[in-house]
């Protein structure tokens, strides 16, 4: 077991030094990416910029600037950001990360729940009347695209029935965080886990569905059926079993995906301040070591969720436990 | 100056917001009524911050919209809305300066008693440290505005050690502070009015401060700052009013910034009540809705700024002066103004002076009707002027920032290239890389598309900044000159129009008029139009006041 965790820490780590080198060489070969003027001011005389380039470090070799962010990301953890001048970069992404946390767990809650009861109703329903409108309601959901529901939703909430009894009772869009008040965290968050859930119940739904119909082929099925097992029985605890293997392979990717930032779109809509508006913001104004330390945390969190999804399939599935 | 640094002027609104002015300086009944208005929170959006809090530092315009309560200089614009908001008046010092030595010295006389947030007093050793520490954090400013002090040089040759020796002399007992300059410089007040030479506690760092906020002089003080959250100002207890003018005393007792989301959300939030101002402009698909809907919660200010399409005089074919004067000649300023949102939001422009602004009067060389102001385009004449110079069917790449007004701007840009011959593309980049991108010659930019708002009501800025020799730096990211427009003759007219303003200023003002006339002969730029603050209020928030420099002055408002 130590092994295996050992070798998991290894590959995360060469993982995580090879995105930091392409995201480093890249930033570097952008044309017009040297922050130099761009930490001066507008209109700032030559000796201004120069002084700045030396003082930021930017006339050392690359290798050097390299290792110094580094050094100061992981070991003394005072790396400070290229476009907020004197925001430090590390208690930064650590203040944003439980507002995507509450964000991507609540709504992978929702998805993972209603996204196995889609699929496993319309599985038992094969052809009739409720897959049909679950698998016509989750092909919409796929298609539609996450900022332009959250667009809607806010339109409704936030602006043309706010003020009706119906929504009168949504707040302001927002974090609030738990520590400050449980209840008013989760009101705030109702929104936006509903339309980040959205999309994931839906494929989530139709991919459970077509792996429980697939497996009802298999031998074991049959046996299963031969028994004299109850339908119900043989769908939840041996075709279903079976089929949701995939499915949490997958969720492992997307949940991992998210933390790391990827529910940018969500977060902007609904003006929660997370990892992902941070990401965004500092690739728009080319913050490298912003930019460095979101990519690198978004590397870490795939990895882990990957790993810990290996583990979650062994217990699920006691034919990966034998080999 | 950066794009949202935007002071301006109330032209058709002066009308309004002189009303205002003249209801705040209404006699003292009116005053007993204002104390009923004090109290309360306001609620401001935006949907990023601006980085460090550093006044020293820190050069944009939403920034310097809250140094305006929060930091003094020794002198500062004037604290209200209307024409008289340019107005340069004592804030620390006890009155303006006296100016001897053929300009070159300025003594102020420190007011007594005035206390930092922290409960220390402010005296001569601050203002010498602060003068100092512009150019010790490497303040953009410190090369530009204040290399006229004696001693300048040395600081910005090795900044760690500047002592400004001779040029910021300071006799602690009797409270004054005297300024030598090399020259004379008639925009110095105005140099001294920025937030970048606000007075600071002398131990405050000599490196920028980043997110902890320095204490300050102003009617409130930041509480608490958090860049990718909310900004919480107070109250600043150590505070007593000195000048009205100066640093009035705030309404509200709190003032609560918050950071994120979109402008869409924002626009909502301040029509259901939740917000009561955003800094972002509201969408333009909002305005016509907003106009019916809230039409007194929205206010509309020209500002002292214009959009731009400078044109690389060294590069082909841009470096024949046909070539730019017909551009200018073909395009269809009307088109532009749509494209940005409407005459709501923009005026046509064919000038280099804004509006308003000293120094400008009326006039349009490249119209249908040369004159006063712009009528149509000329196309007959731009294309013999292209004719005329052989270089049709050259290729011209435009270089647009990524947002939509600049990028339509630029398709328009390059449709009218098409019909005057030549092979024209677009090439949008990111708006925060396109600035120094554009101002690189090693980036062989012809064509881009540009902003300039005014630091300070001076001809001087907008004429000698963009098209001075001094502002051209070959090879340089930082070289704000684009257009690399270099001409000896007018650049010796600029200097001397600069010298005039120290001694005649109306004769000043009459030169640089006729400047402007000759730069844009030389047309290394095609002016766009003169855009237009647009603020959205809620209908909980009173007594909006503009002023040119600070925009909306949020201490000078009240809510119920």
């Known amino acids: 077991m130590l092994a295996v965790i050992l070798s998991r820490l290894a590959r995360m780590v060469v993982v995580m030094v090879g995105i930091s080198v392409i995201t480093f060489l890249i930033f570097f070969a952008t044309p017009g990416a040297d922050p130099a003027a761009r930490i001066a001011g507008r209109n700032a005389a030559p000796e201004t910029v120069t002084a700045v380039r030396h003082d930021f470090g930017l006339d050392r070799p690359i290798w050097v600037q390299y290792g110094v962010m580094m050094r100061k990301m992981f070991v003394t953890g ?83 029935l706010h003020d009706t009894w119906a929504f009168s009772w949504v707040p302001p869009l927002g974090y609030v965080p738990l520590s400050e008040s449980p209840a008013r965290w989760f009101l705030a968050l109702i929104f936006p886990w509903i ?29 299963a059926r031969a028994k004299g097992l109850t339908a119900r029985r043989v769908l939840l605890k041996h075709a279903t079993r079976a089929a949701i293997i995939p499915v949490v392979i997958m969720f492992g990717m997307d949940f991992g995906v998210l933390v790391g930032g990827a529910a940018v779109l969500t977060e902007v809509v609904f003006g929660l301040n997370g990892v992902g508006r941070l990401t965004y913001q500092a690739l728009k104004v080319l913050d490298l070591p912003m930019i460095m330390a979101a990519v690198l945390y978004a590397s870490f969190f795939v990895v882990l969720a990957n790993a810990v999804v290996d583990l979650l399939c062994i217990l699920i599935d006691p034919r990966l436990r034998r080999k | 100056m950066i794009t949202k640094l935007t002071p301006a002027r109330p032209g058709r609104w002066a009308a309004t917001v002189a009303t205002i002015a003249l209801l705040a300086g209404l006699a003292p009944g009116f005053a007993a009524a204002q104390d009923a208005h004090r109290g309360g929170t306001l609620r401001l959006v935006s949907v990023s911050s601006q980085g460090t809090l550093d006044p020293h530092v820190n050069y944009t315009s939403q920034f310097w919209q809250l140094y305006a309560f929060l930091y003094d200089g020794l002198v500062g614009f004037k604290k209200v809305g209307g024409p008289e908001s340019k107005e340069v008046v004592a804030d620390l010092a006890a009155a303006l300066p006296e100016v001897s030595n053929d300009g070159k010295t300025y003594t102020f006389t420190l007011r007594k008693g005035v206390k930092f947030s922290n409960g220390k007093e402010m005296t001569t050793d601050d203002v010498v440290a602060s003068f100092q520490r512009i150019f010790k954090v490497l303040g953009p400013t410190a090369g530009t505005f204040y290399n006229g002090i004696v001693g300048a040089d040395q600081c910005l040759a090795a900044p760690a050690d500047c002592t400004l020796a001779g040029g910021i ?111 972002d402009q509201p969408p333009a698909d909002r305005l016509a809705e907003l106009s019916t809907a809230a039409p007194d919660q929205i206010h509309l200010a020209p500002l002292s700024a214009w959009w731009y399409a400078p044109m690389n005089v060294n590069l082909a074919p841009f470096n024949d002066v046909r070539v730019r004067q017909a551009l200018n000649y073909a395009i269809d300023r009307d088109a532009l103004v749509s494209l940005f949102g409407g005459p709501a939001l923009a005026q046509p422009v064919c000038q280099v002076l804004p509006p308003e602004f000293p120094g400008h009067v009326d006039q349009c060389q490249y119209t249908l009707d040369p004159g006063d102001s712009w009528s149509a385009p000329d196309m007959d004449k731009a294309m013999q002027l292209v004719e005329e110079s052989g270089t049709k069917g050259e290729k011209v790449t435009i270089v647009t920032e990524d947002n939509a007004a600049s990028r339509g701007i630029g398709t328009y840009l390059q449709s009218v290239l098409s019909d005057l011959g030549y092979e024209a593309a677009v090439q949008t980049i990111s708006g925060d890389i396109q600035f120094t991108y554009i101002q690189n010659t090693n980036n062989k930019v012809q064509l881009s598309i540009s902003q300039w708002y005014a630091d300070y009501p001076a001809a001087s800025n907008f004429l000698n900044v963009l098209f001075g020799c001094d502002s051209f730096h070959p090879g340089s990211d930082a070289s704000i000159n684009i257009a690399g427009f270099c001409d000896k003759g007018i650049d010796d007219r600029m200097k001397a129009a600069i010298a005039l303003g120290a001694t005649d200023p109306a004769a000043a003002d009459a030169e640089w008029a006729k400047i402007d006339g000759a730069v844009m002969e030389a047309a290394p730029a095609l002016p766009l139009f003169t855009p237009k603050q647009v603020d959205l209020l809620s209908t909980r928030v009173g007594n909006y006041a503009f002023s040119n420099q600070y925009h909306w002055l949020i201490a000078n408002a009240w809510v119920q």
């Open chain 2, 169 to 279: 002399v300071a006799d602690k007992a009797a409270g004054t502070v005297t300024i030598n300059l090399v020259a004379p410089d008639p925009e110095f007040l105005f140099k001294l009015s920025a937030p970048h030479a606000s007075i600071l506690p002398a131990e405050t760092t000599a490196k920028d401060n980043g997110n902890a906020p320095i204490p300050g002089t102003g009617a409130y003080m930041v509480k608490s700052y958090d860049p990718n959250n909310s900004m919480v100002i107070v109250r600043n207890p150590a505070f007593s009013e000195w000048s009205k003018d100066a640093q009035p005393e705030g309404h509200v007792d709190e003032i609560d910034y918050t950071f994120g989301g979109t402008e869409e959300a924002a626009v909502n939030a301040i029509l259901n009540g939740q917000a009561d101002w955003m800094f």
């Open chain 1, 78 to 160: 005072d790396l400070t950001s290229f476009v907020n001048r004197g925001q430090k970069i590390v208690p930064t992404l650590t203040a944003a990360a439980p507002v995507t946390l509450s964000l991507v767990a609540g709504a992978a809650v929702l998805w993972m729940a209603l996204g196995a009861a889609t699929g496993i109703i319309a599985a038992a329903f094969k052809d009739r009347l409720p897959d049909k409108i679950l698998m016509g309601v989750s092909m919409m959901a796929v298609a539609m695209p996450v900022f332009w529901v959250g667009e809607m939703v806010n339109l409704v909430t936030q602006s043309r």
């Open chain 1, 195 to 223: 339309t980040l859930s959205f999309l994931y119940i839906g494929l989530y739904g139709r991919m459970l569905r077509t792996g429980i119909i697939e497996t009802y082929q298999e031998d074991y099925i049959r046996t």
